[in-house]
């Protein structure tokens, strides 16, 4: 089992920059794939990011080269930096974490943080 907490959320203006935290205690050494998704006020949840344990990369269109991914294996914990917000970036955003044991795949969700985007 793996537990993901988020954190970090909150309200900011259009422009500004603002850092999501996932800590990730229980079964990590199996992660195989950490992310950030995204669910708007109406919308469908999204992709935002994706690290591999080997350190790739890849992002969601509508926030590349705005938002960052990264991960601070000693505190077993992803980050999402987010800088030039949108009130489009208006979302409960969710961590995620795919588990590869063996053949079998197991997704893991936080509880979800919110971030609003307003003036």
């Known amino acids: 089992q793996v537990q993901l907490v988020e954190s970090g959320g909150g309200l900011v203006q259009p422009g500004e920059s603002l850092r999501l935290a996932c800590a990730a205690s229980g079964s990590i050494f199996n992660i195989n794939r950490w992310g950030w998704y995204r669910q708007g006020p109406g919308k469908q949840r999204e992709l935002v990011a994706h690290?591999?344990?080997?350190?790739?990369?890849s992002y969601g269109d509508s926030v590349k080269g705005r938002f960052t991914i990264y991960t601070d294996n000693a505190k077993n914990t992803v980050y999402l930096q987010m800088s030039s917000l949108k009130p489009d970036d208006t979302a409960v955003y969710y961590c995620n974490a795919v588990a590869v044991v063996g053949l079998n795949v197991r997704d893991y969700w936080g509880q979800g943080t919110q971030v609003t985007v307003s003036s």
């Open positions: 690290i591999s344990s080997g350190g790739d990369t």
